[in-house]
């Protein structure tokens, strides 16, 4: 079982609609959780990062996070063409020899189509 | 405020050559990263540097090594290229190594021949 484990898509959505990307990661003593998105040719950017259960809301983007079920999600509201990309979920670990270094899912390619 | 800066951009090797990947970051970071991006495979950590004096291995260390030369500069180098290790290569710096966000360089893309 992989570390954190992402739907690699494609995923793809009308403009204007919700888009819901998923993600889920193994270890347990996880603390911290990042979205990141990179655009073809480009480096990684953070969208939004997420330490407790629930929701947090930065203008269309929503992380969620359930730590019982080991899940966090990114739902992006009013897609957009330039929302095309893929996302990265980025899970950092508690303790023992992870402890501080990001472990990356493989990212799921999103598409927003006119 | 360049953030992360890498070079080169791009590099072509052939098998067995040597080549040193730079990168600083004026962000007055402590902790900085070296991953490595293949398709499908995601955002892989190669080695990484705590705060300076410091290095550790990360999930793919073999075949690299890495001097954290001052606060802002942190290099990887490939001794002896080997076609596994085509590649994009992002460097990354964050203020402590714990929870705090990364921020990544433009990338260095490798292909070994």
């Known amino acids: 079982q992989k570390e954190v484990e992402q739907n690699s898509g494609p995923l793809s959505v009308p403009e204007g609609a919700i888009a819901s990307l998923n993600c889920t990661y193994s270890d347990r003593g996880s603390q911290s959780f990042f979205w990141y998105r990179q655009y073809s040719g480009k480096s990684p950017e953070l969208i939004m990062f997420i330490y407790s259960n629930g929701d947090k809301e930065d203008g269309r983007f929503t992380a969620q996070l359930n730590k019982a079920s080991q899940y966090v999600s990114l739902l992006i509201r009013d897609s957009q063409p330039s929302d095309s990309a893929t996302y990265l979920c980025?899970?950092?670990?508690?303790?023992?020899?992870?402890?501080?270094?990001?472990?990356f899912g493989q990212g799921t390619i999103l598409t927003v189509h006119p | 405020n360049a953030g992360v800066t890498q070079t080169p951009k791009f590099q072509v090797l052939k098998t067995g050559q040597s080549m040193t990947l730079q990168c600083a970051q004026d962000?007055?970071?402590?902790?900085m990263y070296w991953y490595r991006q293949d398709p499908g495979m995601g955002l892989r950590l190669i080695y990484y540097?705590?705060?300076?004096?410091?290095?550790d291995k990360g999930e793919v260390p073999n075949g690299y090594n890495v001097s954290r030369l001052n606060k802002r500069e942190f290099s990887l180098r490939l001794e002896s290229a080997a076609p596994s290790q085509t590649s994009v290569y992002f460097c990354?710096?964050?203020?402590?190594?714990?929870?705090?966000?990364?921020?990544f360089g433009p990338g260095t893309r490798l292909t070994v021949l």
């Open positions: 540097s705590a705060s300076e004096g410091t290095t």
């Open positions: 962000m007055n970071h402590n902790s």
């Open positions: 990354a710096s964050s203020s402590r190594l714990s929870t705090d966000t990364q921020y």
């Open positions: 980025a899970v950092n670990a508690k303790g023992g020899t992870s402890y501080g270094k990001l472990t």
